[in-house]
């Protein structure tokens, strides 16, 4: 497939950020992008967020007994 040169101004700190993931998944900044947009218009990022949205909500309680649990332990101790 043919590609084409694509500008964008962004902070320094978000490209700094871009470059760090893409490097991450072994991808150059250009792939990193592309991928990025095909994810979100796939629907795969959305779908993502959704699942992680229903774990949270099936094992909310679970997270909640465990931090109740860290606050007594941690509570008894600073006196």
Avoid: P, W
């Avoid at 991928?35 to 909640?64: C, K, S």
């Amino acid at each position: 497939m043919a590609k084409t040169q694509l500008g964008a101004r962004v902070d320094s700190s978000i490209k700094a950020l871009a470059e760090a993931r893409a490097k991450d998944r072994g991808l150059s900044l250009g792939d990193y992008i592309a991928v990025l947009v095909h994810e979100d218009t796939e629907g795969l990022r959305q779908r993502g967020l959704d699942a992680a949205e229903r774990f949270l909500a099936e094992h909310q309680g679970v997270f909640d007994e465990a931090e109740e649990a860290d606050r007594r332990t941690h509570g008894a101790h600073a006196a």
